[in-house]
């Protein structure tokens, strides 16, 4: 099945690089991998090259490859920069390939990052190689995303190249009795097999205050060596616990002797919690919480972390006003209202009060938990006509060519009003805005109409005699 579907994804994917620009600018950052071409059973290299690098200071890409025709075997450094490269299992597919500055300063190199080796498998048909990276995966030193275009590799299956036969010739016969030899012991070689690296999870679980604010979260580990590494925490939803906390994955081979989880505003360090560890065992598969507190990965519940919740349980309030529901210690997937006509709600939690009525916003939030806020709305839009309070029995009397002031109260910014008249050629509403709370109602022409103002889905009929 797994084949399938990678064999399914690089199709789509190269469909879709057949609809691409072919080249670049000259100029744009770019991911570049090489073609390669082998018979079956050779070992072919497919060399990620960086072009025109603008400076980063961590990167994460992704290499995919059908299973049926290749087979991952190594994944060698390029020497590209100081430090090298961090690499997954060459089982993984797609293959996934990190770097990261150890002094926290943009690197503007370009050239060869790593050369994928790739093994011809039995029956192999012409196959791509195919990269591609999160957006969050690529940032610099102010830890702002840093864009690449990317391009395909073609592994091309050739004939295996033959040696020709020597030619036949009669060796002279020899009548001297033959000395006995031993044939000499020959020891085929051992294989050998590239260690890969592995790698271990720390896990920082932020504080709501933290979260509201949208902080970004890094992970800093100075070594035994005094060398300074840093990878960017990301959200991962644990769903089993309920909660949502930041991950990063180092390699095993790091032995660290700090360790900090810095919280960053987009400007400065807002705060950190720093561990003083012996070695890698001493923290990993820990999450360790913004004041310090460590819990064990599988000793995790969602009584460890403080409970996802609203803001507001229920509220009060009078037709077009408007509020913003927030949520802490959980990250909303989707906002919704049981009932549009009274209270609507954006993607950003603002609520808008439209008409008596009562409605139940709901939050789902990622993790499927849903938190729920009813809001009850007091009031209907009212309107007047002039200074006075409008009457649906009183008929207003205006003259021809002049207009009558139709003021709103309770009217919803967002929402259009809708106007409509029995008689347009005797009297109509000249305002063309649809979102304003005052309106202008004239009289053409002698005769009687009614005009319907539909404010936040309530009508009023106004009954007009132009004289």
Excluded at 356 to 384: E, F, Y
Aim: hydrophobic fraction near 35%; charged fraction near 25%; glycine fraction near 6%.
């Amino acid at each position: 099945m797994m084949k399938k579907i990678v064999s399914v994804l690089l199709s789509a994917l190269l469909l879709c690089s057949l609809f691409a620009v072919c080249a670049s600018a000259a100029d744009t950052p770019s991911f570049v991998l090489s073609d390669a071409q082998g018979a079956v059973g050779e070992t072919v290299s497919v060399e990620l090259r960086l072009n025109n690098n603008p400076g980063i200071t961590s990167l994460q890409v992704k290499v995919a490859y059908s299973p049926e025709d290749l087979e991952l075997v190594n994944i060698s450094n390029g020497g590209l920069f100081d430090n090298p490269i961090s690499k997954s299992s060459v089982e993984k597919n797609p293959a996934i390939i990190s770097w990261y500055a150890t002094d926290s300063e943009n690197k503007s190199e370009s050239g060869v990052l790593a050369t994928l080796s790739f093994e011809v498998k039995e029956g192999a048909k012409d196959s791509v190689v195919m990269l591609s990276y999160d957006e969050d995966d690529i940032f610099n030193n102010s830890m702002e995303n840093v864009s690449f275009d990317t391009s395909t590799a073609t592994v091309k299956v050739v004939e295996a190249q033959t040696e020709p036969d020597p030619e036949e010739t009669t060796a002279p016969q020899d009548t001297t009795a033959p000395i006995e030899t031993t044939p000499q012991s020959t020891t085929a070689p051992q294989e050998t097999t590239v260690p890969q690296p592995a790698f271990r999870s720390l896990y920082y679980l932020p504080s709501a205050e933290q979260e509201e604010a949208g902080f970004n979260y890094v992970l800093g580990i100075e070594d035994k060596d005094g060398v300074w590494h840093e990878y960017k925490l990301t959200a991962t939803t644990m769903k089993k616990n309920g909660v949502t906390v930041y991950a990063a994955t180092i390699p095993e081979e790091i032995t660290p002797s700090e360790i900090k989880y810095q919280v960053y505003n987009g400007d400065e360090w807002v705060s950190q919690v720093s561990k003083t560890v012996s070695g890698i065992d001493d923290i990993a598969d820990v999450v360790v919480n913004s004041v310090g507190t460590e819990t064990g990965i599988n000793d995790f519940k969602p009584d460890s972390a403080p409970a996802a919740k609203l803001s507001k349980t229920s509220a009060k309030v009078n037709a077009g006003k408007a509020f913003t529901l927030k949520v802490t210690n959980g990250k909303v997937k989707s906002w919704t209202s049981s009932k549009k006509a009274v209270a609507t709600v954006t993607k950003s939690g603002k609520v808008t009060a439209l008409k008596k009525g009562s409605a139940k916003i709901t939050a789902t939030l990622t993790n499927g938990k849903k938190l729920a806020c009813n809001v009850t709305v007091k009031t209907n839009p009212t309107i007047k006509i002039g200074s006075k309070a409008f009457k649906s029995k009183t008929t207003y009397t205006v003259k021809k060519g002049k207009s009558l002031t139709v003021k709103i109260t309770g009217k919803a910014s967002s929402v259009n009003n809708a106007y409509a008249t029995s008689k347009k050629s005797i009297a109509k509403i000249t305002t063309k805005k649809k979102t304003v709370s005052s309106v202008k109602l004239k009289g053409l022409k002698k005769g009687s109409a009614v005009i319907t103002l539909k404010v936040n889905g309530v009508a009023f009929k106004i009954k007009i005699k132009v004289k």
